[in-house]
């Protein structure tokens, strides 16, 4: 006979469904999760996991770095670098060296962001010349147009509005 669990509001416990409602995620992803050693929920005497409030935060923090281009594997050494250690400093040294690496990586994705952010901001200046324009946007109906002739100044600009293309 299954076990039947209070309403969702008389609980300290989620289930799969209604951790996933609550991240925006999948069930399928959260078992991903789990099998990574992430997170591991406790289990009804049916099988039925059961997610606590630390789960969801530990959840929540991975899917944010994997949104955010971070591999699954780096993401699984940091959830379980410290069980896999024998003493505080080796797990300590080992998290350090991770958040190092943590650290540099988002340094970098800040640095290519704020690169492309001051791209954004010369190809929206560059293109926004043409908001009058009547002219269909190629060389042939439009052989002065402005971004033709800077079309090479921002990358994104090149991206949206190649002469080239159709």
């Not at 076990?3 to 289930?15: A, E, G």
């Not at 505080?88 to 640095?111: C, H, M, P």
């Not at 033709?148 to 002469?163: E, H």
Request: aromatic share 4%.
């Amino acid at each position: 006979m299954a076990v039947r669990l209070p309403p969702r509001n008389q609980r300290d416990v989620m289930k799969i469904g209604e951790l996933a409602e609550r991240l925006n995620t999948t069930p399928r992803t959260i078992r991903l999760y789990e099998e990574l050693g992430v997170i591991a929920p406790e289990r009804t005497p049916g099988g039925t996991r059961l997610y606590r409030e630390k789960d969801a935060k530990r959840l929540k923090i991975a899917l944010r770095l994997a949104h955010l281009g971070r591999e699954l594997g780096d993401i699984e050494r940091l959830a379980r670098t410290r069980e896999r250690c024998v003493s505080g400093a080796q797990a300590a040294a080992g998290a350090v060296t991770l958040l190092v690496e943590l650290r540099g990586w988002i340094d970098k994705n800040l640095d290519e962001l704020s690169a492309l952010k001051i791209d954004l901001q010369k190809a929206d200046a560059l293109i926004r010349q043409c908001f009058e324009c009547p002219n269909k946007p190629n060389r042939k109906d439009c052989p002065a147009c402005p971004i033709d002739r800077q079309v090479d100044s921002t990358d994104l600009a090149r991206l949206i509005w190649d002469p080239d293309c159709p």
